[in-house]
């Protein structure tokens, strides 16, 4: 089969790659699409772990081919989305119920191989049953999906609530949406970014300001008389998450949602956390949230055809790679159709 697999340095070699007989509780996955994400970046750039060589992707979904035994739950031809993360079910996190800190974690597209290939190797149990109509390209929103409501589950939104979500490509987008159907009652976008302000709204944000203004604070003060209950914070840099801070409203919750560099720290007055009472919280992985991301999509609750802005076929995925994030786009998929 093609796959496109990573050896390390920034090097991505698209070659012939043969599988390995399925094990135990195995099932075969022809791989439909897989979306690229800042993630799959981070490992390429060298700024985050994984498996070397290793076939990168973990958003993907795809189409049974075969099973390493039969199963009740799956047959041949079924669709299905595929939740990457592999907890271990012993450890001490796990035993309590913190599966997402396992102390033996494992990743389809980190430490296993993933979705950028013809066909993906997955435990049965990361297998969740599509409809058969189903779009499998909506089903590879899934996992992104899955984790931002880790997200929103510390938010713990209250209806009539005043949000404020940093940055506008997938996750913020998709945070738009989980935070209108929570109940919010205002919902402000901070995006420097016009096409994604102009689809921030479409999907339901009440505002869209960008960053670059001089006096966009200024502006939240007065579209929420200083009242912001809750900041999602979707970019992953120092300067947004202490203008998350800034922005909070006292007693608010910040919520640091983005992947940061390394190298990337920040500076917080502990008089403005005093006063404010604010509640900083991260979000990390999707511990028991990939079936209720699942239901959203199958029940079309999440406007996912307006964030899929670019196809490209696998044997392409090194232009994917060697540039920037395409110009206009929000998630591109490399697919194999």
Do not use: W
Request: glycine letters at 8%.
């Amino acid at each position: 089969m093609l796959a496109a697999i990573f050896q390390g340095n920034k090097k991505i070699e698209v070659c012939d790659y043969t599988l390995p007989i399925l094990g135990t509780d195995e099932i075969l996955i022809k791989v439909d699409s897989c979306g690229v994400c800042g993630t799959d970046r981070h490992i390429f750039a060298g700024s985050a772990p994984s498996s070397i060589p290793v076939i990168l992707g973990h958003e993907y979904s795809g189409t049974i081919v075969d099973l390493a035994k039969p199963n009740e739950n799956f047959k041949i031809g079924d669709k299905v989305a595929v939740d990457p993360n592999i907890y271990c079910g012993h450890c001490y996190y796990c035993r309590k119920g913190s599966v997402n800190f396992c102390e033996n974690l494992k990743a389809l597209g980190v430490t296993l191989n993933g979705g950028f290939a013809e066909y993906s190797i997955v435990p049965a149990s990361q297998a969740y049953i599509l409809p058969e109509d189903f779009d499998l390209s909506i089903a590879s929103f899934a996992e992104p999906l899955s984790c931002c409501l880790r997200g929103i589950e510390h938010a713990d939104i209250k209806a009539g609530n005043t949000v404020v979500i940093i940055g506008g490509g997938t996750i913020g987008l998709l945070m738009v949406q989980l935070v209108r159907n929570s109940g919010a009652s205002k919902i402000i976008l901070v995006e420097p970014d016009l096409f994604k302000q102009k689809l921030g709204i479409e999907l339901g944000a009440d505002y869209s300001l960008s960053p670059d203004n001089d006096k966009t604070f200024e502006e939240i003060i007065e579209l929420t008389n200083s009242q912001v209950d809750v900041v999602i914070e979707c970019v992953g840099s120092n300067d947004s998450v202490e203008c998350a801070i800034k922005i909070a409203g006292k007693g608010g919750k910040v919520v640091i949602f983005g992947l940061a560099p390394k190298d990337q720290n920040v500076t917080i007055n502990l008089q403005d956390l005093f006063h404010k009472e604010l509640k900083i919280f991260n979000s990390f992985l999707n511990p028991f949230t990939f079936k209720p991301a699942v239901d959203l999509l199958v029940n079309k609750k999440i406007n996912i055809k307006k964030l899929l802005t670019n196809q490209i076929l696998l044997k392409d995925i090194t232009n994917i790679f060697s540039r920037k994030e395409i110009s206009g786009s929000i998630k591109v998929q490399i697919i194999n159709n």
